[in-house]
Nanobody
């Protein structure tokens, strides 16, 4: 099994910054993708940013392009989300997501979610 530990959420004012981190551990053979999603009250969970291992490709939601940056430390299997110029509409629970080859599950491709971390941006 794979465990994800998130940290870095909190309450900030509009225009300020936060950095989220998510460390993956456990029976990881290979990581395909690491990323962040968010869910605001009454809304569906949406993609924020993802980092695909092959090709080192990054994807961002249009609403965060130019303000957020995703990065990875492959040595520690940690993914970060640097969030700058935060807006009240960024308020949500942010979830880490990893897509891995899990050696404990017969080297199957499996997706895991973190427990979520609250980000609140006041105006």
């Amino acid at each position: 099994q794979v465990q994800l530990v998130e940290s870095g959420g909190g309450l900030v004012q509009a225009g300020e910054s936060l950095r989220l981190s998510c460390k993956a551990s456990g029976s990881i053979f290979e990581i395909n993708t690491m990323g962040w999603y968010r869910q605001a009250p009454g809304k569906q969970r949406e993609l924020v940013a993802t980092h695909i291992t092959r090709g080192t490709k990054e994807n961002y939601a249009d609403s965060v392009k130019g303000r957020f940056a995703i990065s990875r430390d492959d040595g520690t299997n940690t993914v970060y989300l640097q969030m700058n110029s935060l807006k009240p509409e960024d308020t949500a629970v942010y979830y880490c997501n990893v897509d891995v080859i899990d050696r404990a599950l017969g080297y199957r491709r499996v997706e895991y979610w973190g427990q979520g971390t609250q980000v609140t941006v006041s105006s």
